[in-house]
């Protein structure tokens, strides 16, 4: 079955700065990979998604892009703002009727005022 | 609109006990998913309800946890026996209508501790 593998694990930065979280996975047959972001006693929340026939997506100060050659994708978060400090969630989809999201262990953000 | 709720927001039982967790999904979404997360974990797919389609039952970790889907809307999820490893949240997401559409939505989780 898929696998995704998340890093890093917890990451700090200043207020103003880009954060980049980075995810690889397995199965070549994954279309779809989106972004969660999980506050302290919530559900994760999507807050971006890109389709295997896109390279790159942008919303705001939030970017994703795909690489299916290597089997990696990146989220970028610029300008960062305390309020992005949270658990961030990457996930890949196994093609098929099921859709079932494989996720990954999750990075810890920080952003230090 | 309302999202995805989910009761109890918490619950305590004892070990060998049974528990119901509720789901009621986005009202209109068609495919309905369980999954477990553990303290400090990713989350772990559980069970998959789409439309009268027969449940992918492929992530339940043992033949404790069962689930149900009444009417093609609320679900509920049955542990059986419940045992210390199963304390974790418990959350449960709905996604839309339509055969190019992958956006799960989340509850906000139920945080099932075992004593």
């Known amino acids: 079955g898929e696998n995704v593998e998340q890093h890093p694990s917890t990451l700090s930065v200043q207020e103003g700065d880009s954060a980049v979280i980075k995810c690889t996975y397995s199965?070549?047959?994954?279309?779809?990979f989106p972004w969660y972001k999980q506050e302290l006693g919530k559900g994760p929340q999507l807050i971006i998604d890109?389709?295997?026939?896109?390279g790159e997506k942008k919303d705001q100060r939030i970017a994703v892009t795909l690489n299916k050659t290597a089997k990696h994708f990146s989220l970028h978060i610029t300008e960062t703002q305390p309020e992005d400090s949270a658990v961030y969630f990457c996930?890949?989809?196994?093609?098929?009727?099921?859709?079932?999201?494989?996720f990954g262990s999750g990075t810890q953000l920080t952003v230090l005022p | 609109g309302a999202g995805v709720s989910q009761s109890p927001s918490n619950k305590v039982t004892e070990k060998g006990k049974d528990v119901e967790l509720r789901c009621d999904p986005i009202?209109?979404?068609?495919?309905l998913y369980w999954y477990r997360q553990s303290l400090g974990q990713g989350l772990e797919f559980l069970i998959y309800?789409?439309?009268?389609?027969?449940?992918?039952k492929s992530g339940l970790p043992s033949d404790r946890f069962s689930a149900e889907r009444t009417g093609g809307s609320v679900s509920t999820l049955t542990i059986q026996r419940t045992q210390q490893e199963d304390s974790a949240v418990y959350l449960c997401?709905?996604?839309?209508?339509?055969?190019?559409?992958?956006?799960?939505?989340f509850g906000p989780g139920t945080r099932l501790t075992v004593t």
């Open positions: 997401a709905s996604s839309p209508r339509g055969a190019i559409s992958y956006e799960q939505y």
């Open positions: 199965d070549s047959a994954s279309n779809y």
């Open positions: 890109i389709r295997s026939n896109v």
């Open positions: 996930a890949a989809s196994i093609t098929g009727s099921a859709r079932q999201l494989t």
């Open positions: 009202s209109g979404h068609t495919a």
């Open positions: 309800f789409q439309g009268n389609s027969a449940p992918d």
